[in-house]
Structures are given as structure tokens and as C-alpha cells.
């Protein structure tokens, strides 16, 4: 096995059902046996933010531009800026965007579960009502 050059993936759109506002992402790995890593590099606009989501082995986020948010539900709203990087435990509830008025960009970096488990890696809840939505 030697060292390996991945293709260039495209940039695709946030589904309306995962995310408020506009959201684009490129998928750069989802790693195969024995890897479960996945990284994913996750563009908003401002305002535009994820749905309450969970993943079954947690997700840490790292952002490179721009100011956003994350929380957890129930917990302090916790501001990002560029070479934040926030841990999501797994199981819990959370969701991830842009301030109202600055684009935020982050990598996203998650596992998914091991072989043969009925979970998924991420389930997505109900999207924000406008008063969860600081902006």
C-alpha cells in the first residue's frame, strides 16, 4: 500500500431538509476499511445553519474562516472564529452554522460506527425553530 492522491469531489448543496439557508459542502474522505473517518469541508452563508443533528461516534468541527456558532441542546451557545476547534460527544444532540451576518466555514470530521452496527452516523432532527436561532 503506498501513499494515495484522492480525486476532487464536487461541491453539492445542503438538502432543505438538514439545513436553514444556504449550504455547501465537498465531501473530501470517507475512509474505508479499517478506516470510518469522514471529512467533509462545510461552507454557510450567513444565517444558514444545520438542523438538530447527532452522530453515533461523535464529530469534531474545525473552522477555517468566517464566524459561527454550535450547541448543544440545552447547553451555552458557544461562538467560533478561525482555529476553533469543538468537540460534539457522541449521541448528542447539536447543531452548527453562521452568525446572521458572516459567512463561517469549518471541516467537519466524523467516524461512522463499527461494521455491522444498526445506527447511523448522523441523525438528523427538526430544523431550528427562529427563536433556537440567535441571529
Not at 64 to 82: A, K
Request: proline share 8%; charged share 20%; hydrophobic share 30%.
Amino acid at each position: 500500500m503506498s501513499t494515495e492522491k484522492l480525486p476532487r469531489t464536487a461541491t453539492v448543496k445542503g438538502p432543505a431538509e438538514w439545513f436553514t439557508g444556504d449550504v455547501y459542502f465537498n465531501a473530501y474522505y470517507a475512509g474505508t476499511e479499517p478506516s470510518r473517518a469522514r471529512l467533509n469541508l462545510v461552507r454557510f452563508t450567513p444565517g444558514a445553519h444545520t438542523a438538530w443533528h447527532k452522530h453515533a461516534v461523535g464529530q469534531t468541527l474545525h473552522v477555517t474562516d468566517g464566524v459561527g456558532y454550535v450547541q448543544s441542546r440545552g447547553e451555552e451557545l458557544i461562538e467560533l472564529h478561525p482555529g476553533d476547534t469543538v468537540h460534539t460527544p457522541a449521541g448528542e444532540w447539536h447543531w452548527h452554522g453562521a452568525t446572521g451576518d458572516s459567512f463561517m466555514c469549518h471541516l467537519a470530521l466524523w467516524e461512522a460506527p463499527e461494521p455491522g452496527s444498526d445506527e447511523p452516523e448522523t441523525t438528523w432532527g427538526e430544523l431550528l425553530t427562529p427563536e433556537e436561532y440567535p441571529g
